[in-house]
């Protein structure tokens, strides 16, 4: 279970495994999609609670969650709605979250730069926000005074 600070513009967000998270290969784990374990990892540091929903059970599901895990990624519950939840076949089953990212949407998953794009659309440049958040310490601007400014020197 993660321990993220849940802000209260949090979302709670389900996320497919198979195609959304890694190329298909079921019932293999398939290469990991461009930028996702940076962004889920963004996501989850930006407050939101992260549910691994999957059509993977047993040892499978067990599995894509341990390669999440190896990749810095643990989820706040895995397919239900939170960690102590408890699953009966008497009752349909429907996820409360308010988010669902799947490689099954109408239009099909656009990728996670998009993703991000989505959710946080004044949340600053996804490549500096996920792909390299250190990126702005490696730019050092150079302070320009006023008089040099105004003398048009640099």
């Given at each position: 279970?993660?321990?993220?600070?849940?802000?209260p513009?949090s979302?709670?967000?389900?996320v497919?495994?198979?195609?959304?998270?890694?190329?298909?290969?079921?019932?293999?784990?398939?290469?990991?999609?461009?930028?996702?374990?940076?962004?889920?990892?963004?996501?989850?540091?930006?407050?939101?609670?992260?549910?691994?929903?999957?059509?993977?059970?047993?040892?499978?599901?067990?599995?894509?969650?341990?390669?999440?895990?190896?990749?810095?990624?643990?989820?706040?519950?895995?397919?239900?709605?939170?960690?102590?939840?408890?699953?009966?076949e008497?009752?349909?089953?429907k996820?409360?979250?308010?988010?669902?990212?799947d490689?099954?949407?109408?239009?099909?998953?656009?990728?996670?730069?998009?993703?991000?794009?989505?959710?946080?659309?004044?949340?600053?440049?996804?490549?500096?926000v996920?792909?390299?958040?250190?990126?702005?310490?490696?730019?050092?601007?150079?302070?320009?005074?006023?008089?040099?400014?105004?003398?048009?020197?640099?």
């Open positions: 279970m993660s321990n993220h600070f849940i802000s513009d979302k709670v967000i389900a497919d495994f198979d195609g959304t998270i890694v190329e298909h290969a079921y019932p293999g784990i398939g290469k990991e999609m461009l930028f996702a374990f940076a962004t889920l990892k963004a996501l989850q540091a930006k407050g939101h609670k992260l549910i691994l929903w999957t059509y993977r059970h047993g040892d499978l599901l067990q599995e894509a969650v341990e390669y999440c895990k190896k990749n810095g990624v643990e989820f706040y519950a895995v397919n239900r709605n939170f960690p102590e939840e408890e699953v009966s008497k009752v349909a089953r996820l409360n979250a308010d988010i669902f990212i490689d099954r949407n109408i239009g099909g998953f656009r990728g996670w730069s998009e993703v991000w794009q989505m959710l946080h659309p004044d949340g600053g440049d996804f490549f500096h996920v792909v390299n958040p250190d990126a702005h310490n490696n730019y050092k601007k150079e302070e320009v005074s006023f008089f040099k400014r105004f003398l048009g020197r640099k």
